[in-house]
């Protein structure tokens, strides 16, 4: 038998074992909440190449099996307390974003203006001196800092939590504030 017929036996023996929604999708239980999908416990419907490409490798989803509907329904409590503890802590960390500012030092003509940008990298390393975690996507700013100024930066943490409101100051550099030797 040729390697092409095998993969087309492979194929078929594969897709009658996945479980077909009632549109012709896959149905699949999400293991963890997916943007723009569905949320920790939901049983969805997706077409078979989004399955089998990204959430079945990537461990964001499971095959909806019977036994594995009802675990859900024996675990949805206790997921919904996880996922409320979980939201609570975030509300925490924006609460605790929006009292804190944070001091970017960069280089500027005597205008005020950058010789660069600051951008999410910079503000996401200047929270971390401060003890604070957050990835550069989710920093949420309209442009990149051109110019010395105090700016409010929204910090987006969650689909489910008001954006924390940081406040950046942008300064000039210490050596920029020494006097010139004429």
Do not use: C
Not at 9 to 29: D, Q, S, T
Not at 97 to 121: F, M, Q, W
Not at 149 to 166: C, F, G, M, N, S
């Amino acid at each position: 038998m040729s390697k092409t017929k095998q993969k087309k036996i492979r194929r078929r023996v594969a897709g009658k074992r996945l479980p077909k929604g009632p549109n012709g999708g896959i149905e699949l239980l999400l293991i963890q909440s997916v943007q723009d999908l569905g949320r920790q416990g939901e049983i969805v419907e997706v077409r078979p190449g989004y399955a089998n490409n990204y959430l079945l490798p990537q461990g964001l989803a499971t095959f909806a099996t019977d036994h594995h509907k009802r675990m859900v329904e024996k675990h949805r409590a206790k997921l919904e307390a996880l996922a409320l503890a979980r939201l609570e802590s975030i509300r925490n960390q924006a609460d605790e974003i929006s009292k804190l500012s944070v001091t970017i030092e960069a280089n500027a003509n005597d205008e005020g203006h950058l010789y660069g940008s600051v951008g999410p990298a910079e503000i996401a390393a200047a929270l971390k001196q401060q003890g604070v975690t957050v990835q550069q996507d989710q920093i949420r700013l309209e442009g990149p800092l051109k110019e010395l100024a105090l700016y409010t930066v929204k910090i987006h943490l969650h689909q489910d939590v008001k954006d924390a409101e940081l406040k950046v100051w942008v300064v000039p550099t210490a050596d920029a504030d020494a006097p010139e030797s004429a």
